[in-house]
């Protein structure tokens, strides 16, 4: 977050800078320091370059916008979970403040076993990574065998 703000404050100031250049150049086009079609190529460059500034930047502050409410949803989350410090099971009060919905998939049974595919959605962040709800189960799985 902190590298897509840098980059996005150089740009922003890259941006300034063109705009003094352009300026300076109209001005030399003007007195005829530059000729008409020097001046043509080197507007043109700046503006293409200002293009995709714009461009860039205007993706950077979506991206920061993004990384922001996920890391305000992230410290929602973490404050809720905080009133349960020494949580012993899961009763319907707390999933109903920690989870949004879990959804389990049809159970698959063709290869011995009962499989089933589940995904939680939590408040205030969304769903977990795949690899987050193994670790979770591989735990919970050790926990019972202890």
Request: a negative charge; hydrophobic letters at 35%.
């Amino acid at each position: 977050l902190a590298a897509k703000r840098r980059r996005l404050t150089q740009a922003q100031r890259r941006m300034e800078e063109l705009d003094r250049l352009f300026k300076r150049l109209y001005e030399d086009n003007i007195s005829g320091k530059i000729n008409d079609s020097r001046f043509e190529k080197l507007s043109g460059d700046y503006e293409k370059e200002q293009a995709e500034l714009t461009e860039k930047m205007q993706l950077w502050e979506q991206e920061i916008a993004k990384q922001e409410e996920e890391a305000d949803g992230i410290e929602q989350f973490i404050l809720r979970a905080k009133k349960y410090p020494d949580l012993k099971e899961l009763t319907p009060a707390v999933l109903h403040d920690l989870v949004n919905r879990v959804y389990v998939s049809a159970p698959d049974k063709s290869s011995g076993h009962r499989m089933q595919d589940v995904h939680i959605s939590l408040a205030c962040v969304g769903f977990l990574p795949e690899s987050i709800i193994a670790e979770m189960l591989n735990h919970a799985t050790k926990s019972r065998t202890a």
